[in-house]
Nanobody, 126 residues
Framework: VQLQASGGGLVQAGDSLRLSCATSGRSFSDYRVVAWFRQAPGQEREFVAA????????SYASSVRGRFTISRDSPKNTVYLEMNNLKPEDTAVYYC???????????????????WGQGTQVTVSS
């Protein structure tokens, strides 16, 4: 199983980006939850957002709530992270992750996810 994150880039503060996470070898419907994490240089990997595949319920980190939106496209077997009003502190490598057994209280815990993508760099200049 491979998760493929894409869509990162270099943007200015206030701009928008949409990240995509696709899977090969397995359908996202086989997973319970798909999430986005990010990791800045010298920082721990932190939770950004998660979506429960079956009912589309979502959860966001407080730092991105109201600016970022996680969604899924079932026919395209893809999960998106729409990022608006980007700030320099959003600069990081963004990873998608998925797990088939995770419980809701563990969504923000990166160690609770079995499958990870390779990451895509997002850089926001001031």
């Amino acid at each position: 199983v491979q998760l493929q994150a894409s869509g990162g880039g270099l943007v200015q503060a206030g701009d928008s980006l949409r990240l995509s996470c696709a899977t090969s070898g397995r359908s996202f419907s086989d997973y319970r939850v798909v999430a986005w994490f990010r990791q800045a240089p010298g920082q721990e990997r932190e939770f950004v957002a998660a979506i429960k595949w079956r009912d589309r319920s979502t959860s966001y980190a407080s730092s991105v709530r109201g600016r970022f939106t996680i969604s899924r496209d079932s026919p395209k077997n893809t999960v998106y992270l729409e990022m608006n009003n980007l700030k320099p502190e959003d600069t990081a490598v963004y990873y998608c992750a998925a797990d088939s057994r995770i419980i809701s209280s563990s969504w923000p815990n990166p160690h609770a996810y079995d499958d990870w993508g390779q990451g895509t760099q997002v850089t926001v200049s001031s």
